[in-house]
């Protein structure tokens, strides 16, 4: 209970600092940039300091009869998120909001934001609908039963972990936020080396021939 409570608490207190820079950041509320700056360090502190709580009281030290991945993704995620968010606050404190080539304004879109956070949790929706039809437990950590080839799987192996790294691309993009959505090539990389190269290399193991045969069929990613 103590646990449940504590991460609550940790992740209330990183999305409370982060409403409140970006309230700023948007131009909703007048504040000087040094303090900006700081109540920006303190989201990102908030932020690290949920994912290591996590990460530390949930995720178990020793798995049995499942893929032995880094962490769970979704902390991967917010990891990446919670560094280019450093990085840009870093950038608009010390270069006094220093912009960079127009090419990136695309990724200052709110509405292509909204419409790829959409298309995010669809694709979470189809995934976990399929994990459910079949029984099975769509945490990476658990054991394997039945290989999944069907609905979205047909088109990607990895719909959940592409869903992770197209929010990344959606939350900065529609909070104009550029860094955000620039390191979202950094949790691809992190999530396939680190997660996925392992959980193919499990269910080479636990499928054999059927998993094979389902990767000539299927892409990683797109």
Do not use: C
Not at 26 to 34: A, P, S
Request: no cysteine; net charge positive.
């Amino acid at each position: 209970m103590f646990k449940k409570y504590s991460s609550y608490l940790l992740l209330g207190n990183m999305l409370y600092h982060y409403s409140k820079f970006f309230n700023w950041y948007l131009g909703d509320t007048q504040m000087q940039i040094e303090n900006a700056f700081a109540l920006g360090l303190i989201a990102f502190i908030s932020g690290l300091a949920f994912i290591l709580f996590v990460h530390m009281s949930y995720f178990p030290r020793k798995l049995v009869g499942s893929v032995e991945i880094a962490t769970f993704p979704p902390l991967i995620m917010l990891f990446s998120l919670n560094l280019g968010f450093l990085i840009g606050i870093s950038n608009l404190y010390i270069f006094q909001l220093y912009k960079l080539p127009s090419i990136f304004d695309i990724f200052r879109s709110y509405e292509y934001g909204v419409l790829i956070l959409l298309i995010s949790f669809g694709l979470i929706h189809l995934s976990v609908g399929l994990f459910r039809r079949y029984s099975e437990d769509p945490n990476p950590i658990t054991e394997s039963n039945k290989l999944i080839t069907g609905g979205i799987y047909k088109y990607t192996r990895n719909p959940m972990y592409l869903a992770l790294v197209i929010f990344q691309l959606g939350i900065g993009m529609s909070l104009s936020f550029i860094h955000v959505s620039l390191m979202a090539p950094l949790t691809m990389i992190v999530l396939d080396y680190y997660v996925i190269k392992r959980e193919e290399a499990y269910l080479k193991i636990k499928f054999g021939d059927e998993y094979e045969n389902y990767k000539k069929k299927s892409r990683r990613w797109i």
